[in-house]
């Protein structure tokens, strides 16, 4: 991607055999110095300059975003590069609160997008089993085409990856239709405050499973349930399909972290977009059947009804697929972010995204707030907050154990 520019660097290499004598190394080191060949790897634009021009004509092109994985020759020019001390022009401080500026920009302008239109649709086309297939379906031809022009490279796949994605693929499946039935039946605002007690689910559903958490952990998530309960009893458009939408939705995408983890650990060659694009796939032939049967029967009717609550046919249709693009590239910027941030700072960005589609969607929607459910909701995100705190310290010092 254009946000993974390499900078000029050098490699060099000894033309002398190696010794394990320190002192004749030393001499070695001293007197070859001057015959020592250098290898360049180069890459063009990479002056600060042309990378803001980049980074501006990359504000124009969304579908940038693809190249988000990380191969091993990458890794070996990048290693190349960090022992260069002209890289130090790429790391400067400014260099990189342009690069974490743009990638959370994407991110939480895509995801906003994608709420609003969402709600939109379903506001004049209450029926979030097909509107939840069709965003499947425009990932799905999203990747196809990426994969087809070679923009992201395809993976290379066989059955027992296929085998071992069904079940993460099953729970995303879960996971997004019963947010878009949530959304479909309450307020944006009131669906995000319930899915910030993800971290909950996570922490029971784990431990169930044999994995132990510190009392820190324990006690972050206190105020996540305190803060939900509290919002839930005050929300103004509280309805328990909406409230059971989100919650099983928590569920859902919870499972389908754990299950990844346990049943991918051996095609860790497929970077995290392809990996993406696989499970949005596989969710699209899961869901579209299902959604057939449960609501295929009023789709004519409930068409013509929006049409006429619309006015004009190409709005609706806007609507529609402008939801579909921005539910695709939402996922697919938050895995560039996760690629080049810490988990620490992406927990946060993370927390805080939620605050800003929070905010947003009360702005454009004008929903009534009571100041109990702003305090609820206030809660819960500061309780989510705490959590990715703690959680990102425990992962650090794993990490630092091995």
Not at 58 to 79: D, E, H, M, T
Not at 102 to 128: D, E, R, T
Request: net charge positive; with cysteine.
């Amino acid at each position: 991607m254009m946000l993974n520019l390499l900078p000029s660097s050098s490699l060099t290499l000894p033309k002398y055999p190696l010794t394990t004598n320190p002192n004749l190394a030393s001499r070695a080191s001293i007197s070859h110095q001057s015959k020592l060949k250098v290898f360049s790897f180069t890459k063009p634009n990479t002056h600060p300059v042309s990378k803001i021009h980049q980074a501006s004509i990359f504000l124009q092109s969304p579908s940038g975003f693809c190249n988000l994985g990380r191969n091993k020759a990458a890794q070996i020019v990048k290693s190349a590069q960090d022992s260069n001390p002209d890289a130090e022009i790429e790391k400067s401080p400014n260099n990189k609160t342009l690069q974490l500026a743009i990638v959370f920009g994407f991110w939480y302008f895509q995801n906003i997008v994608f709420n609003i239109y969402n709600k939109k649709a379903l506001n004049v086309f209450p029926y979030p089993w097909l509107l939840a297939s069709f965003q499947l379906l425009v990932g799905s031809v999203w990747m196809l085409v990426l994969w087809a022009t070679k923009i992201q490279p395809c993976p290379k796949i066989d059955k027992s990856f296929i085998i071992a994605l069904l079940g993460p693929a099953l729970f995303h499946t879960i996971g997004h239709i019963s947010a878009c039935v949530s959304f479909s039946k309450v307020a944006v605002s009131f669906t995000h405050v319930i899915k910030s007690a993800e971290p909950v689910f996570s922490v029971i559903f784990s431990s169930a499973l044999g994995d132990t958490y510190p009392l820190s952990v324990w006690l972050s998530i206190l105020p996540i349930v305190m803060g939900c309960s509290l919002a839930a009893v005050t929300e103004v458009s509280f309805n328990v399909a909406g409230l059971w939408g989100a919650m099983i939705s928590n569920v859902g995408f919870v499972l389908r972290n754990i299950y990844s983890k346990k049943s991918l650990q051996n095609f860790k060659q497929v970077n995290g977009l392809n990996l993406y694009g696989w499970i949005t796939i596989l969710s699209f032939f899961y869901l579209f059947p299902v959604a057939i049967f449960v609501e295929g029967s009023q789709w004519v009717a409930g068409y013509h009804k929006a049409i006429a609550s619309v006015g004009t046919p190409s709005t609706f249709y806007l609507w529609v697929l402008v939801s579909g693009v921005f539910y695709h590239l939402y996922n697919q910027s938050s895995y560039q972010a996760l690629d080049d941030i810490s988990p620490l700072t992406f927990s946060v960005g993370n927390t805080m995204k939620r605050v800003v589609v929070i905010v947003s969607s009360v702005i454009v929607f004008r929903n009534p707030v009571r100041p109990l459910n702003a305090l609820g909701s206030a809660i819960a995100i500061l309780g989510t907050f705490l959590y990715s705190q703690v959680t990102s310290k425990k992962k650090a010092a794993v990490e630092k154990k091995d």
